[in-house]
């Protein structure tokens, strides 16, 4: 029995990706998480699922980065974005990092059907109104993608809490482990995403949201660290 992975917060949205999973495919297993930590969690547990559909907006990831870093770690798993986001640039974005179908939340049920079947059967797949233009990254966003794949589960939860303004103390308090842990991660971000401290990493991180550019303001006692 195939395997699929739902990602995504909105518990009604869920249950629609569900009953649409379903509806391709009976006989599989659906696995759901509310966050990308729940969702590495699940991976972890189902290495050879069949399918990811992630929401492009859920509480760990920014823009497109659980989806750089999900296809550097597992480059044998499709995966399907889904989004609020109704313009055709974020789509072809999504499929320049690697998804094989990106999803409007507006979509009928029947059209996310024919999506599942479509990505499974190895196309890639978007809506009529979105086909058309381009899918290439700007090579600056496409070199940190690649930067942000290499780095591990572990080291990328740190490195979207960076992103998100968290102090060390409040990284280390949410993943459960001491301050010494953090900084050694975030030594091992510096080295991985070529930057020299705190700011340039959430920069960085900043490339891959979906208005890139944009990031939290960082806590002034730890810009540095």
Excluded: C
Aim: net charge negative; aromatic share 4%.
């Amino acid at each position: 029995m195939p395997d699929i992975l739902i990602a995504d917060d909105h518990p009604l949205f869920r249950d629609a990706l569900q009953r649409a999973v379903l509806a391709a495919l009976p006989q599989a297993q659906v696995r759901s998480a509310e966050s990308v930590h729940g969702l590495y969690t699940l991976i972890e547990q189902y290495p050879d699922a069949d399918l990811l559909l992630l929401d492009l907006h859920m509480p760990g990831a920014r823009g497109y980065s659980a989806l750089a870093h999900i296809r550097g770690q597992y480059p044998g798993l499709p995966i399907i974005v889904v989004s609020g986001h109704e313009e055709a640039q974020v789509a072809r974005r999504a499929l320049a990092h690697g998804a094989a179908a990106y999803i409007p939340k507006s979509t009928a049920g029947e059209e996310i059907v024919h999506a599942i079947r479509a990505v499974l059967d190895g196309d890639v797949w978007l809506p009529p109104q979105l086909v058309g233009g381009s899918a290439e990254l700007k090579p600056d966003e496409a070199d940190i993608a690649a930067r942000v794949a290499t780095l591990t589960p572990q080291q990328f939860r740190v490195l979207t809490m960076i992103a998100e303004g968290l102090l060390n103390k409040q990284i280390a308090w949410e993943l459960g482990v001491s301050e010494a842990t953090v900084k050694a991660h975030m030594t091992a971000i510096m080295r991985k995403l070529g930057v020299n401290n705190r700011t340039q990493v959430a920069l960085a991180a900043s490339q891959l949201a979906v208005e890139p550019g944009t990031m939290q303001p960082l806590p002034e006692d730890e810009e540095g660290a």
